[in-house]
């Protein structure tokens, strides 16, 4: 059974940081062809925040640009989320999702962590 667990949300004040984790078991992470973080803010859709791809390329979306890295540890099964410069718009419940296809879609998403960000 594939399970992604995310960790390490939690309640900063804005221009802070905060790096959230995504472990996975069941399958080899190195399998997964793309992880990345969504984000969901009340009353708003699920959104992308950034990806990571098997090769190690990279995307973000506009609004987190220049402040978010995602990064990938295939020997520690684990994708992370180094946060800085934090906003209160970035208050959101973060999610974790991969996709073992290769169809660009994920098929497994972990149960979120909440992020805060008081100004």
């Known amino acids: 059974q594939v399970q992604l667990v995310e960790s390490g949300g939690g309640l900063v004040q804005a221009g802070g940081s905060l790096r959230l984790s995504c472990a996975t078991s069941?399958?080899?992470?190195?399998?997964?062809?793309?992880a990345a973080w969504f984000r969901q803010a009340p009353g708003k859709q699920r959104d992308l925040v950034a990806v990571?791809?098997?090769?190690?390329?990279?995307n973000y979306a506009d609004s987190v640009k220049g402040r978010f890295t995602i990064s990938r540890d295939n020997a520690k099964n684990t994708v992370y989320l180094q946060m800085n410069s934090l906003k209160p718009e970035d208050t959101a419940v973060y999610y974790c999702a991969a996709d073992s296809e290769g169809n660009g879609t994920p098929n497994y998403w972990g149960q979120g962590t909440q992020v805060t960000v008081s100004s």
């Open positions: 069941g399958v080899p992470f190195s399998s997964f062809r793309m």
């Open positions: 990571i791809t098997s090769g190690g390329r990279t």
